[in-house]
T-cell receptor
Framework: ELKVEQNPLFLSMQEGKNYTIYCNYSTTSDRLYWYRQDPGKSLESLFVLLSNGAVKQEGRLMASLDTKARLSTLHITAAVHDLSATYFCAVDGMDSNYQLIWGAGTKLIIKP | DSGVTQTPKHLITATGQRVTLRCSPRSGDLSVYWYQQSLDQGLQFLIQYYNGEERAKGNILERFSAQQFPDLHSELNLSSLELGDSALYFC??????????????FGPGTRLTVL
């Protein structure tokens, strides 16, 4: 059974700092997705990672995928208040019959 | 704007009632997914339809049902509502079938409050 674990689940940090959110999954997959959700709003697709070693960057966010370690990271560089949101990772693959299996989400609060 | 539309935005109803939530996928997307998100909770996958047929079921209660119509819009029916059904209900769509990955695009959601 494909399971996805994110950590930390809650993160409070100061503006200007760097931090990393981790997404581990339990079985073989090379397809991983990161989403952002603002409070009370919908989910927005941030990154789609489709191969081992894939790295994507958008502004202060960078996502990477290591399929051998079954690990993806979402790195925040020089955080700004506008990045405060909940970040979800999701994985699909044969073991989930290609359904997205979601992490619990990481609630990120960035204090000015 | 993801291109996925959902109506209504808000719905307030009483316990025991029945409601219908509607979703129109992005143009060209064949798959529709329904999710439930309770307050400060993660996403619970309910059900998926692909080109009019049920493709996968998640943690969907027997009181809930869904369908996808020939024009690909979908409806989620919730009946015998309970207080615990109060949540955000999201619809998402994906191409599924012509792309080799499953990026889903989410609608704005329907906030259901059961009193």
């Amino acid at each position: 059974e494909l399971k996805v674990e994110q950590n930390p689940l809650f993160l409070s940090m100061q503006e200007g700092k760097n931090y990393t959110i981790y997404c581990n999954y339990s079985t073989t997959s090379d397809r991983l997705y990161w989403y952002r959700q603002d409070p009370g709003k919908s989910l927005e697709s941030l990154f789609v990672l489709l191969s081992n070693g894939a790295v994507k960057q958008e502004g202060r966010l960078m996502a990477s995928l290591d399929t051998k370690a079954r690990l993806s990271t979402l790195h925040i560089t020089a955080a700004v208040h506008d990045l405060s949101a909940t970040y979800f990772c999701a994985v699909d693959g044969m073991d989930s019959n290609y359904q997205l299996i979601w992490g619990a989400g990481t609630k990120l609060i960035i204090k000015p | 704007d993801s291109g996925v539309t959902q109506t209504p935005k808000h719905l307030i109803t009483a316990t025991g009632q029945r409601v219908t939530l509607r979703c129109s996928p992005r143009s060209g997307d064949l798959s529709v997914y329904w999710y439930q998100q309770s307050l400060d909770q993660g996403l619970q996958f309910l059900i998926q339809y692909y080109n009019g047929e049920e493709r996968a079921k998640g943690n969907i209660l027997e009181r809930f049902s869904a369908q996808q119509f020939p024009d690909l819009h979908s409806e989620l029916n919730l009946s015998s509502l309970e207080l615990g059904d109060s949540a955000l209900y999201f619809c998402a769509s994906s191409v599924k079938g012509t792309a080799n990955y499953n990026e889903q695009f989410f609608g704005p959601g329907t906030r259901l409050t059961v009193l």
